[in-house]
């Protein structure tokens, strides 16, 4: 069991700043050796702390107990108005607290963090005074215990009685705060020898590790039970019990809010980073969004103004749960892209919303590729957020998402087979970077349906479904989630008849978008592109005549062979029908005696022209 200290002698004073505190003294306090029943680690504010003479009006929904002790202290003439400092109240007398934090937020009337915010007279955090922990900034937890062994620790032990546990039925008595992972491995590997494989007693070092020697008091934790996500702050220590019931032998202290948070409800983020199967999960990524949780976005920019938080900086809770938004495509965009529309444009924008991923299909020469781009780049605000990349028979899995890659060790220059990370995980973990989650990254996959899908896919066929899940990669072993706001925009070509057509799954997965030479918006796109270049409407009739004989709508012949510079120099026009497009047609009729000249050729379609 961690030994602590007996009396507040072991530690120095701490001193609390209170917001817009200028002119006044701050609030004086010491840790003590005593805990509560729990194990919480108890803290005395000093007679004659000032504190604030209003609460935030949210504060008694999240923080119920210290309101309602302040109240009681009012009622007790204890915490009184003060005369030395007008408008602000004052500690008449010594007052013990539950915990650090638990004083702090009574004295400041705002959410705080004890363990940082109570500081000594050179500016140290008392978290750095408490031994066998980890030092820099708190950090929030996932902690499963709703099925251990059967029973829901959850309703049944954490919450009713202030805990957080993990079981180590098999570990030796005596293991303190603060071991180091090499110990653990020892440990574990002596004490499980028989009873677990390889892998778990790897997992259990990972998850032992995290409990007693990286969580620390401060630190937020968070469980899920019951269809709820509970969340609390660790108050004090790690102990080891010799408990009969082994469900539960290492334990910390931790004080719940007083309710839970419905899990459907939850940030998409959140809900991805909660589904890593594992029973202690590292929620850092995701901080921003577990201290907003049941909070408003006036209540965070309240309480931010209640913690003087610099007024030209962004609350982080607010920019984290900054929903990514596709801008509204504008008149000049359908102009550039000679979309005869800009209410299609529209639409395909709130289909990448809504879906998040969409496949432009048709036949060959109808923009797919180009309006792909173009669209991305405008949704995403540059061409820094769109990355490309082109399918074909060979492409695998460990091209697309990550492999093992033959790479060069820049000192020994010797070759060695390392983890690599594909187009795909590369975009998703830019996307993903603290300060993007909001920025529209997009993925264009060029050619989507030359390549053998499900092998190239993987579990990514799962998570583009699932897109509030995550999954263990095979190669590196990370948990793996596409970021909200990580959108693909695949290509297809329905003339290539040398490969299937994409699988029910793709389908499902995906919103298919048609750019054919019937229908709008390629139909008038040659004639609009003769239009605007002051050029003779004569190429965009001739390829009308021309689709006109072509029965089969995934061969008919698409604008933008046509819409290039070649076309209209001197013979451009036959030189292009004669080497493009012609051969497109005697492939399509091959065997079939047509005649394609007298069919297809300038010639005739001209005289049809009359």
């Not at 492999?403 to 020994?412: A, I, L, V």
């Amino acid at each position: 069991m961690m030994m602590t200290g007996s009396s507040d002698t072991h530690y120095p004073e701490f001193r609390l700043r209170l917001p817009n505190g200028d002119g006044i003294n701050r609030a004086r306090g010491v840790l003590l050796g005593e805990t509560g029943t729990n194990g919480s680690r108890k803290f005395l504010v000093r007679a004659g702390s000032p504190a604030r003479d209003h609460v935030m009006p949210s504060l008694g929904k999240h923080f119920k107990a210290p309101v309602k002790r302040r109240e009681e202290l009012k009622a007790q003439g204890v915490l009184v108005p003060s005369t030395r400092w007008p408008g602000w109240l004052e500690l008449t007398e010594d007052v013990v607290f539950g915990s650090p934090s638990f004083a702090a937020v009574l004295l400041v009337g705002a959410p705080r963090n004890g363990w940082e915010e109570w500081r000594t007279e050179d500016d140290r955090p008392l978290s750095d005074y408490m031994s066998g922990v980890w030092s820099g900034p708190n950090r929030p937890w996932l902690v499963r215990g709703s099925n251990v062994t059967g029973l829901d620790l959850v309703q049944r032990l954490w919450l009713p009685d202030g805990r957080v546990t993990l079981p180590a039925s098999r570990l030796r008595q005596g293991v303190e705060q603060g071991v180091s992972k090499d110990e653990l491995r020892t440990l574990v590997q002596e004490d499980y020898e028989s009873t677990a494989t390889y892998s778990q007693k790897q997992q259990l070092v990972e998850e032992l590790h995290a409990f007693l020697s990286r969580m620390k008091p401060g630190d937020t934790v968070c469980t899920i039970s019951g269809g709820h996500l509970y969340v609390g702050e660790i108050t004090g220590e790690a102990e080891q019990t010799e408990s009969e019931d082994r469900r539960s032998n290492l334990r910390r202290p931790v004080e719940w809010q007083p309710s839970g948070h419905a899990y459907d409800d939850l940030p998409e983020e959140l809900q991805q980073r909660l589904s890593v199967q594992h029973d202690v999960v590292d929620l850092s990524t995701v901080q921003a969004l577990v201290e907003g949780l049941g909070r408003s976005d006036e209540e965070l920019a309240e309480e931010a103004e209640a913690i003087e938080r610099d007024p030209s900086g962004e609350i982080p809770a607010l920019v984290a749960r900054r929903e990514p938004e596709l801008p509204d495509p504008t008149d000049a965009l359908a102009a550039e892209l000679l979309v005869h529309e800009t209410d299609w444009l529209r639409e395909v924008r709130d289909l990448l919303a809504d879906e998040r991923q969409l496949v432009l299909y048709g036949p060959p020469g109808t923009g797919k590729t180009y309006l792909a781009l173009k669209l991305a780049e405008f949704l995403g605000g540059g061409p820094e957020q769109v990355k490309l990349v082109q399918f074909h028979p060979s492409y695998a899995y460990e091209d697309f998402i990550e492999g093992f890659r033959p790479k060069e060790d820049p000192d020994t220059k010797e070759v060695a087979f390392r983890i690599s990370a594909g187009p795909l995980r590369e975009l998703a973990d830019l996307a993903g970077r603290e300060g993007n989650r909001h920025i529209p990254h997009f993925l264009i996959i060029d050619e989507i349906n030359r390549a053998n899908l499900a092998k190239v896919f993987g579990e990514l066929y799962f998570l583009l479904e699932y897109r509030n899940k995550s999954v263990q990669l095979p190669y590196s072993g990370d948990d793996f989630a596409l970021p909200p706001n990580l959108y693909v925009i695949g290509t297809m070509n329905t003339a290539d008849r040398s490969i299937a057509l994409v699988d029910a799954a793709m389908r499902r997965r995906f919103a298919f978008v048609e750019l054919s030479p019937r229908i709008e918006p390629t139909s008038g796109l040659l004639r609009r592109w003769l239009a605007r270049e002051s050029r003779d409407p004569e190429p965009a009739d001739l390829l009308d005549a021309l689709n006109s004989r072509i029965d089969e709508a995934d061969f008919r012949i698409g604008p933008s062979y046509l819409m290039k510079k070649g076309v209209y120099r001197e013979g451009g026009l036959e030189r292009t029908w004669r080497t493009k497009i012609l051969p497109l047609l005697e492939e399509h009729h091959y065997g079939e005696g047509v005649d394609i000249e007298k069919r297809y050729g300038l010639a005739a379609l001209r005289e049809s022209l009359g």
